[in-house]
């Protein structure tokens, strides 16, 4: 129950956050277009920060078997579920915005408060994990889907910043090499913003769309279940079958917090994305908003059925 308390303050947060974009361009201070030069800046600035800096953390033996366990867990989440909803949206007719919208969770803005809210800040890194598992998938399917490019570029995804620091903080950690402390305190500060920008951003998006249209969207509803139920229960699902709990004296705390990263809202990373690449990225706001407002209900409820079921 202190769980569910802690993630309906955490997301209750990050509302407030929308609000705050929403006010600003509501009270003519910005325009909505303003927020796409918050999404570069979150999408190839912010989020590498993030990324090499959990990697920052002392190496073992025991931590290494502890990320094996958590990259097992990610991997096989993410290769089930894109092949689920891929499924899910041929039968179902699924555009590129809502597909993405229910496969890629935002787990980037959420994972890192609520695990440093949950359980504290040393379990974070195992959270980035799946952020870099899910990250390769976004910089490839994602960017693929959103960008309706007909064939992926290998060498721009190779390339990308994003992927560089995927690759970066895996080589530091394993070659134990720790950044100086100054630099290490302002990789930590830059990607602490990452949750505001983000919210800002939708905030701000959602200040320009009409929110009756919004909330009386039956499409918008049916999206969110499938994002926030759904998938929390296959992923459940996967979990419980694949016996990976045992693979560890910590493995449920440690499969929580890959839990924890997949029940979470629609990725506002989609929004960001649709914005640089020119597709629906009020669309995609809309169902940020609404998977951020019902997943008050939906991953405390989520994280319990865990509980009882793991």
């Not at 201070?29 to 979150?42: A, E, F, Y």
């Not at 096989?76 to 007719?93: C, F």
């Not at 459940?236 to 990976?244: A, C, D, E, Q, R």
């Not at 669309?283 to 059925?305: E, K």
Request: with cysteine.
């Amino acid at each position: 129950m202190e769980i569910s308390i802690l993630l309906m303050k955490q997301i209750a947060e990050l509302f407030l956050m929308i609000l705050m974009g929403y006010i600003v361009v509501k009270a003519g201070l910005l325009k909505g277009d303003d927020s796409k030069v918050i999404s570069k800046i979150v999408l190839y600035l912010i989020i590498p920060c993030v990324i090499i800096n959990a990697f920052q953390v002392d190496y073992t033996s025991e931590k290494v078997k502890e990320l094996l366990l958590v990259f097992a867990a990610s991997v096989l989440l993410q290769v089930v579920l894109l092949a689920a909803v891929w499924a899910v949206g041929k039968i179902l007719h699924l555009n590129e915005v809502e597909t993405a919208s229910i496969y890629y969770s935002n787990s980037g803005n959420l994972i890192v408060p609520i695990v440093t809210f949950i359980l504290g800040k040393e379990w974070v890194l195992y959270g980035c994990v799946f952020m870099s598992v899910q990250l390769v998938f976004i910089w490839t399917h994602g960017k693929n889907i959103l960008s309706r490019e007909g064939k992926m570029d290998w060498r721009k995804i190779v390339l990308n910043v994003n992927m560089i620091s995927v690759f970066a903080g895996v080589v530091l950690f394993f070659t134990k090499i720790r950044l100086p402390e100054i630099l290490n305190q302002t990789l930590s500060s830059v990607g602490s913003m990452i949750g505001p920008a983000s919210m800002i951003v939708t905030g701000m998006l959602i200040a320009e769309m009409s929110l009756k249209k919004i909330f009386t969207n039956g499409r918008v509803y049916f999206i969110s279940f499938l994002r926030l139920i759904v998938v929390p229960v296959i992923s459940l699902i996967l979990l419980k079958i694949s016996g990976l709990v045992s693979g560890h004296p910590d493995g449920k705390k440690l499969l929580l917090i890959v839990f924890l990263a997949v029940i979470t809202p629609s990725a506002s990373t989609v929004t960001q994305m649709c914005q640089v690449y020119g597709n629906d990225s009020k669309y995609a706001s809309a169902i940020n908003v609404m998977t951020t407002l019902l997943s008050i209900i939906t991953m405390p409820l989520m994280v319990l059925l865990y509980q009882t079921v793991m």
